[in-house]
């Protein structure tokens, strides 16, 4: 992956999340759901290890993946599950809260890392 399609893949997650954020809506949009878990971060992720789970070590998202290195947990664990996302997938009847933890989520760092290099997100990227 060259960084250009990174940075594209970022946008994609973050307009998403701005989308939701505007709505406070309680699903994520369709442009997402090509993407392992909907989310493109994961796909990352999966495709580094090129295996059917992810690993939040190689996750894009700065917390989610330092959390990972400074913590022991188990293969597929999906550390955003017990943090912003997670409380929006909790939040259905909660309109301002879900809005507020999507509005966190589109303002999350990204980093591109060495061992995205190799992997190929080509057909991630391609016009539908």
């Given at each position: 992956?060259?960084?250009?399609?990174?940075?594209?893949?970022?946008?994609?997650?973050?307009?998403?999340?701005?989308?939701?954020?505007?709505?406070g809506g309680d699903q994520?949009?369709?442009?997402?759901?090509?993407?392992?878990?909907?989310?493109?971060?994961?796909?990352?992720?999966?495709?580094?290890?090129?295996?059917?789970?992810?690993?939040?070590?190689?996750?894009?998202?700065?917390?989610?993946?330092?959390?990972?290195?400074?913590?022991?947990?188990?293969?597929?664990?999906?550390?955003?599950?017990?943090?912003?996302?997670?409380i929006w997938t909790k939040?259905?009847?909660?309109?301002?809260?879900?809005?507020?933890?999507?509005?966190?989520?589109?303002?999350?760092?990204?980093?591109?890392?060495?061992?995205?290099?190799?992997?190929?997100?080509?057909?991630?990227?391609?016009?539908?």
């Amino acid at each position: 992956m060259k960084i250009e399609q990174f940075l594209e893949l970022e946008k994609i997650c973050k307009d998403a999340w701005s989308e939701l954020a505007e709505t406070g809506g309680d699903q994520k949009p369709e442009s997402l759901s090509k993407f392992y878990c909907k989310c493109p971060a994961c796909e990352i992720s999966k495709r580094v290890r090129g295996r059917q789970q992810f690993e939040c070590f190689y996750c894009p998202i700065d917390i989610w993946r330092k959390d990972a290195s400074e913590n022991d947990y188990p293969l597929g664990t999906g550390l955003c599950v017990h943090s912003f996302y997670g409380i929006w997938t909790k939040e259905y009847g909660e309109v301002e809260q879900r809005r507020k933890m999507a509005r966190q989520i589109a303002n999350l760092s990204w980093m591109f890392l060495p061992e995205y290099e190799n992997i190929d997100v080509s057909d991630l990227l391609e016009e539908d």
